[in-house]
């Protein structure tokens, strides 16, 4: 399985960008798909998953500006991110999560916010 994540880039705060991961293999299965985020010196932390059902959560430092979607006929999840602060600046990971726990994760795109 391979994840390929885009959509990054710079932008201003107040801002918008819209990450997309595509998945090498279907996605139909997945207990769990996630975007997580990792900025200098800090923790790589979960921002936002949608589990099989099709069912979201959000960290609550994103709730209300970012929106997460699934397309399982291409295979792919979005993060749709509105109203970008600078704190949401860092490197974003596309996760898969599968039975047993394995993980796979994608090689990270990056997003800058600038105040």
């Known amino acids: 399985v391979q994840l390929q994540a885009s959509g990054g880039g710079l932008v201003q705060a107040g801002g918008s960008l819209k990450l997309s991961c595509v998945s090498s293999t279907s996605i139909r299965g997945v207990n769990y798909m996630g975007w997580y985020r990792q900025a200098p010196g800090k923790q790589r932390e979960l921002v936002a998953d949608i589990n099989i059902a099709g069912s979201t959560m959000y960290a609550d430092s994103v709730k209300g500006r970012f929106t997460m979607s699934r397309d399982i006929a291409t295979n792919t999840v979005q993060l749709q991110m509105n109203s970008l602060k600078p704190e949401d600046t860092g490197v974003y990971y596309c996760?898969?999560?599968?039975?047993?726990?394995?993980?796979?994760w994608g090689q990270g795109t990056q997003v800058t916010v600038s105040s």
């Open positions: 996760n898969a999560r599968y039975a047993l726990n394995r993980n796979v």
